[in-house]
């Protein structure tokens, strides 16, 4: 059993409570590998934004749990190395899915988890929620879950359409469950594809596709019948267009990509939203530079001259979110 306290990292109850006062949302980026870790820490340390790091069960997969959680721990120490003095570092388990993993995470060092049992039946959602939460509290250690189906791909997550969260359920579902926080679904989705085409209007200048709002109503009806009640959006990411004209112009093919744009994202930040959770577009600003590498300079082999740019473009990315859609930017002095 290590504790995260041990490792320096926080969980995301004094976070949230001060986001929500303060009106602004934490990011949550996820973490495969180093460049993108390195990019999330510096971005971070550079704004003093607190900042959760997310482990999904794919890149649990991709790069194992054991050798991430101690990246995350040399990530704290990085962090002070680039000056930043006290890092609100929280390091989280994004979208669990059975009780096992949880405790694994909760016992190896992580100081919050997700336990997603949204496409369970109401009561075993309930069910599964509350052995993770009666767990991990031991240890205080937060947990979020999840209520209503969000569309998209991501990893190992995957669903055809999605359900809005039924706010006529939330109260029951939190106050029976203990969770920390609650992921609700008003639109968002997983991956760069989060809307079809025929879901979304053309702006008839650029040809470039109009997603449909977000349910603000689902969300001011959620926020009413839990006040102050830390609220979470997966599948935020924007999608940035400029990535996407990069990755068509290097050889890639990604037609019809699009996000939710960020103006609706300030928006939810300032409410009882406080933590947001971000992967496609880093996933993106990593692939558009390694393109633009492979295509300007045809010669290059070794992987620093591309994965290098590629942290660049995604710290560049990092701090834009912090400080101009999160505003968690000097929240972590
Ligand atoms: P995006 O695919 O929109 O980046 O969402 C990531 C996410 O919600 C991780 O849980």
């Known amino acids: ?79 002070k190395e680039l000056g930043w003095e006290h890092p609100q570092i929280c390091l989280h388990l994004d979208h669990g899915d059975t009780f096992e993993v949880c405790k694994s995470c909760v016992d190896f060092g992580f100081s919050s988890v997700m336990i997603d049992g949204s496409s369970l039946p109401y009561e075993d959602n309930i069910a599964l929620t509350k ?111 400029e990535y996407v004209d990069i990755i068509n112009t290097h050889g890639g093919k990604m037609p019809d990509a699009v996000g939710i744009p960020e103006e609706q994202l300030r928006k939810a930040a300032k409410s009882a939203v406080c933590k947001i959770n971000i992967d496609s577009d880093s996933r993106l600003a990593f692939t558009a530079a390694v393109r633009k590498v492979f295509v300007d300079k045809p010669g290059e082999f070794d992987p620093r001259k591309y994965c290098g740019p590629a942290r660049d473009e995604m710290t560049k990315l990092y701090k834009h979110k912090i400080i101009e859609v999160l505003g968690s930017a000097g929240k972590a002095e």
Not at 9 to 19: G, H, S
Not at 151 to 174: L, M, N, R, W
């Open 1 to 79: 059993m290590v504790s995260y306290k041990e490792l320096g990292l926080v969980n995301t109850r004094e976070m949230f409570a001060k986001a929500i006062n303060g009106g602004y949302a934490i990011p949550a980026f996820n973490f495969n590998n180093m460049e993108q870790l390195q990019a999330i820490i510096k971005a971070s340390a550079e704004t003093k934004s607190p900042v959760i790091l997310q482990v999904s069960k794919g890149a649990r997969n991709y790069a194992n749990q054991t050798l991430l959680r101690y990246m995350a721990q040399g990530a704290v120490e990085y962090a």
């Open 131 to 241: 052995k993770v939460v009666e767990y991990a509290h031991q240890y205080d250690v937060t947990v979020e879950a999840e209520l209503g189906v969000l569309a998209g791909v991501e990893d190992d997550v995957q669903a055809e359409e999605s359900h809005y969260t039924k706010p006529e359920e939330v109260i029951d579902f939190a106050t029976r469950t203990g969770c920390d926080s609650l992921a609700i679904s008003i639109g968002t989705s997983h991956g760069a594809y989060k809307f079809k085409p025929e879901q979304c209007t053309r702006d008839p200048q650029t040809g470039k596709l109009v997603p449909p709002p977000l349910a603000f109503d689902v969300l001011d009806a959620i926020m009413e019948k839990l006040p102050g009640f830390p609220i979470v959006l997966h599948g935020s990411s924007s999608v940035p267009q």
